[in-house]
């Protein structure tokens, strides 16, 4: 009730686009939390004000630029300046440079580590998957079920859907924001969202047999919850389809509405993914205005407060792009903020230009220095890190260890559950 009537407080996004959390809107969001489920876990440097007092303070202004910053400072996400270390970084990059549209390209072909081998076989997964895809299209009369595998021609797509996982798209084709690094269409008014879309979803997907589904979106600021309502429905109905399915939620910064990433949250997924896609410094060059890196790591720790609850554990995950002129020190800041931001998994894949009307690529960075940032992540305590030239944020191999990860979680939880069940009937006997 009270985030509903901070929520009528700040009308939904018409005409100007709220860039982080409204003061009001984070204090009513901790008073819920700490009613559900104890103190949150973003501690606070200073008491929080109430949300009159703290609305009279700013005027009700929104949280951006350098004020985004205090918020995640007082909440123990501080920027680490880092100093250069005593190896040579596999030879990364030590100074930043400008990614520009129209740049120029790296020298010659592409090297051969982008080459895979072509998915094909009769009798594969991928295979059956193609058939179904296709058979469910043909019965809806030709309305497509869009999978991001197919729509962007991953070159992953082979060793996912034989792996057991796909990645659906969500919510149509066109998307409201316009970054410099993505080749979908753009519109400030797409078409309304298809209300049947979850539960074909969950028909399709219950029907494949896959073991790891990965929901995605474009950005729809035009949506008064930037479709996170549609995004929990089609969660809650595979969940209720398959129980055991495991679902991973690859999806925007919501514009920093913390009821959006709530509700999406406490749906039942299990992976709530948000890509911080580049470095601080670039942010501005490769994402579009309404994005930032400050409203990014927000996103991502609100949601690890708002899953964690009412015994559920919701894994937190993001994806860098190298190859756009960044820093082997920016790198690895940025890599500290997520921790501190308390990621879980992290990615990191090659950019790779979509058009020409796109950025151009700075550099091809080698396998040698994604394993390095690999090893870099896993010594800061993530809790898997994938890092390759076609690694991509939906990632068959990376799922698989996240749905082994998570069933070893389980299984531990319900040992020490068993346990102090346990226990407190050894202490009533005695």
Known sequence: KSLSSAESRHPPRSGRFRTLLPTPMLALCQQALALRCGPPMLSTARPTPEPAAAAAADGGAVLQGEAAKQWLAERGIVRHDMAPQDHDRAGYRSEPVRPKVGGDM???????????????????????????????RADAGGTKLATVCEEAQCPNIGECWNGGTATIMLLGDTCTRGCKFCAVKTDAAPEPPDETEPWNTADAVANWGVDYIVLTSVDRDDLPDGGAGHFA????????????????????????????????????????????????????????????????????????????????????????????????????????????????????GQYLRPTERHLAVVEYVTPEQFDYFRREGEAMGFRYVASGPLVRSSYKAGEL??????????????????????????????
């Open 106 to 136: 790296p020298d010659g072909p592409r090297p051969g580590w982008f080459h895979v081998p072509a998915p094909g076989g009769s009798e594969t997964r991928y295979a059956e998957l193609k058939e179904s895809l296709e058979a469910r």
């Open 233 to 348: 429905q089609t969660v809650g109905l595979l969940k209720f389809r398959r129980p055991e399915l495991r679902v991973e939620c690859l999806v925007s910064d919501f514009a920093g509405d913390a009821a959006a990433v709530r509700t999406l949250a406490r749906s039942g997924l299990d992976v709530f993914a948000h890509n911080v896609e580049t470095v601080e410094r670039l942010q501005p060059m490769v994402r579009d205005r309404r994005a930032s890196y400050a409203q990014s790591l927000a996103v991502l720790r609100t949601a690890k407060d708002f899953g964690n609850c009412d015994g559920r554990r919701v894994y937190t995950k993001t994806s860098i792009m190298l190859g756009l002129g960044e820093t082997a020190e920016e790198v690895l800041r940025t890599m500290r903020d997520l921790r501190e931001a308390d990621v879980d998994v992290l990615t990191f």
């Open 401 to 430: 260890f996240l749905a082994a990860m998570m069933d070893e979680d389980d299984e531990r939880d319900a040992e020490q559950q068993q346990q102090q069940q346990q226990q407190q009937q050894q202490q009533q006997q005695q």
